[in-house]
RNA sequence: GGGCCGGUAGCUCAGUUGGUUAGAGCAGGGGACUCAUAAUCCCUUUGUCGGGGGUUCGAGUCCCUCCCGGCCUACCA
């Protein structure tokens, strides 16, 4: 086989939050991947590096009054420490705030300038004259500006009561999430790259050859590629935490400019490091480069990143692949729920090994999300990794401790050799991320293996001292079945192939050893290779997740500042402001489902006597209808009633919560009746 | 509303270009073994392959239609 030289990336975290589970589908599939092809041989490199610039990670450090650089430095150990608890292995962890990233960047501007591609548009845009600094979207709230809506508190794109669109300077009084200040709306000029001009090129790379998934390729023409390409924003006024543009004093460079530059930067550390000639990487036809990615960020890595490489003359990824979102107990993972599990509380309590070799028995080539069943999870480890393959090993091995393996490989009636056939198979499957494939592929091999063990019988053999040979041949036989498992099993469980190593004084190193029995190596002592999973360990993490956002004792309650950041303080207002709002103790009388909308539950509530109000509540998807009906709850009784699509609501229930599943109705404690007005 | 993916044994899934009585693992039941991390081995129960129509000598597999679930979208990157 001739050698491959392979660049592998993993999307960049964002320096803005610690890893949890989710992300580490990603560099688990990814980390996976690339030992599969070292150890096939093939030249591949695992680059990454934290994504650190933007006006999230500005605001934060202003904040917590300290230096941008002093927060993403931390935030960066944070993150390599938590991958290489999972063993996720690069061969370089840069950071997009290099000047390698500056200078890469500014060579990419030039091109791109020069390609006559960079317009620029006076925009409108919301200022906070507080702060000093322009408003993204999401960091306006205001009064949604469809007449027939006028929900309050609406984020500065869309409202999520009725559904409209609108630019952030159409909201009604709108209020800036930073400081709460009321901002302006101010002109600046922006730079625009005109993607139209590169639509043809495209159109072409999407739908020529392998890059992309084909759901994903079919996705991007009906959703984009079927009318022009709109010109992307590349550029944000000062103030911003990112590179200035060398030809635009003042302006900077909007960090999903930088961020896949990163990719490049991080290899130029890399090169300089090892006297690697960067061009052989990113300027070279013969090297592949290959794009790990969560569904989310499609987008960015498969119309604006081939687009800016084509213009710059850089290599075009060959393949850009595109995994789904992590689900827990088959819902998105909640907080509130202990489902939000940071790697950090995982690695805590379970080992590294488990949540590998889980992921990959469920990863497909596809983009579906993948759900981490617990109980699965539990059963999956332990009957395949634990009770299968390590098994041979755990029963086998000691009987040789003494003489080691047999010095010519003894008739195991075609085991090996079927083993050894179905490696290309396998390996075939971890080509193409198909590692559910993989996984079924070797478990099937592990199914073959043991029955031999059973009736060759050594713990039989081993009383008789004429059988010393044939004690050995059986234990050589599955200690060998049992090594070409764990040299399949390398990319995953690096542990267990380096184990496997040690217990056979023969380290693991090529994909290819598994098609040649060993012979006539020592067989060290056995020691356990892997501990089963013990349930317990699961609950006292999913116990430390939930503690985390739900302590119980109130001695060292920590509570995240994050909801007060999203949402600052309203102005002051008077005892007589608050009296005109009428609050009162309801009950939910009846609560049906609402077919055709989305979030919408009608309820009737009841003020005692015969006091009723219908009420259009978007709670459904946080409550059933069921659960509700009996239920005491707080209502603004003197809310204008309002028309909405499915009839008059005369009233609101009040929640907290940022929506979706996470709404949280306010209860009220026993004792309190109906139509007790609240003060 | 539009798009994509899926609906196969209690659970997780495999079923290659349509071809014989539809499979595996786990769970369940029975037995064996006791070398092994209560691991292993043998035997064993279970399916209107989401519903309905069609094409065909033959359909889980192709076509149409409907139902259900998930994800993405809703003139927005």
């Not at 317990?536 to 994050?562: F, G, H, L, N, R």
Request: proline residues 5%; charged residues 25%; negative net charge.
């Amino acid at each position: 086989m001739t050698e491959r030289k392979i660049l592998v990336t993993a999307a960049l975290p964002y320096a803005n939050g610690p890893i949890h589970i989710g992300h580490l589908v990603e560099y688990i599939q990814t980390d996976i991947w690339v030992r599969f092809q070292k150890l096939r041989g093939n030249r591949c490199i695992y680059i990454c590096a934290d994504d650190t610039h933007g006006t999230a990670i500005m605001i934060r450090a202003r904040q917590e009054g300290r230096s941008e650089a002093a927060l993403i430095a931390e935030m960066q150990a944070k993150h390599e420490s938590a991958f290489a608890n999972f063993e996720i292995e690069f061969d370089h962890y840069g950071s997009t705030n290099s000047e390698e990233n500056r200078t890469l960047c500014a060579e990419f501007w030039s091109a791109i300038r020069a390609a006559g591609l960079v317009k620029e548009k006076e925009i409108e845009q919301l200022f906070d004259p507080q702060e000093g600094i322009f408003l993204a979207d999401r960091f306006v709230r205001g009064t949604c500006p469809n007449p027939k809506c006028s929900a309050p508190d609406q984020a500065g794109d869309n409202c999520t009561v009725c559904g409209w669109t609108y630019s952030p300077a159409d909201l009604i009084k709108p209020v800036s999430t930073l400081s709460g200040a009321s901002p302006e709306v101010r002109k600046a000029t922006h730079l625009f790259i005109e993607l139209e001009k590169l639509h043809e090129f495209l159109d072409t790379w999407i739908q020529s050859g392998e890059h992309l998934q084909p759901e994903v390729a079919n996705y991007l023409q009906g959703h984009f590629l079927h009318k022009p390409l709109r010109d992307w924003d590349i550029s944000r006024p000062a103030p911003y935490f990112g590179f200035e543009i060398p030809d635009s004093p003042g302006n900077y460079w909007y960090v999903w400019f930088d961020a896949p530059i990163g990719y490049m930067a991080s290899t130029q550390q890399w090169c300089d490091r090892h006297q690697e000639d960067f061009d052989s990487w990113w300027r070279n036809q013969e090297t592949e480069i290959h794009h790990f990615i969560g569904k989310d960020i499609t987008y960015f890595h498969t119309l604006f990143w081939p687009g800016m490489l084509k213009s710059a003359g850089f290599n075009l990824p060959t393949k850009v692949h595109i995994h789904g979102f992590l689900t827990v107990g088959g819902e998105k993972m909640s907080k509130s729920k202990g489902t939000f599990i940071m790697a950090d509380t995982y690695a805590r309590h379970l080992n590294a090994s488990y949540l590998r070799y889980y992921f990959a028995s469920k990863l497909g080539s596809r983009l579906d999300d993948l759900d981490l069943n617990l109980d699965e999870f539990v059963a999956k480890v332990n009957s395949d990794l634990i009770g299968k393959v390590i098994n041979l090993a755990s029963r086998s091995a000691k009987f040789v401790k003494q003489v080691g393996l047999s010095n010519t490989y003894p008739n195991d009636q075609g085991l090996f050799e079927h083993a050894a056939k179905i490696g290309d198979e396998i390996a075939n499957a971890y080509e193409h991320c198909d590692y559910s494939r993989a996984m079924r592929l070797i478990m099937e091999l592990a199914d073959r293996a043991n029955p031999f063990v059973e009736s060759a019988a050594p713990w039989n053999l081993r009383k008789n001292p004429e059988k010393a040979q044939e004690l050995q041949d059986v234990c050589t036989i599955a200690l060998n079945l049992f090594r070409q498992l764990a040299i399949y099993l390398a990319p995953v469980l690096p542990d267990l192939a380096k184990k496997t190593g040690e217990l056979l004084s023969s380290p693991i190193q090529d994909w290819d050893e598994s098609k040649q029995p060993l012979t006539g190596t020592p067989v060290r002592k056995f020691k356990h290779m892997l501990q089963r999973v013990e349930p317990k360990d699961i609950d006292k993490m999913m116990e430390e997740s939930s503690e985390q956002t739900a302590p119980t004792s109130s001695d060292d309650v920590q509570d995240s500042s994050d909801w007060l950041d999203a949402e600052p303080l309203a102005e002051q207002c008077t005892i007589d402001d608050f009296v005109k709002v009428d609050l009162r103790v309801a009950r939910v009388l009846t609560a049906e489902d609402v077919p055709d909308a989305n979030k919408l539950l009608k309820l009737t509530l009841g003020l005692g006597g015969n006091e009723q109000r219908t009420v259009f509540a978007g709670i459904k998807s946080a409550y059933k209808p069921a659960d509700l009906v009996g239920k005491k709850v707080v209502m603004v009784a003197n809310l204008a009633p309002r028309k909405m699509k499915f009839g008059i609501s005369e009233g609101m229930i009040l929640a907290a919560g940022p929506g979706g599943q996470e709404v949280f109705m306010l209860g009220v404690d026993d004792g309190a009746s109906p139509g007790q007005r609240i003060h």
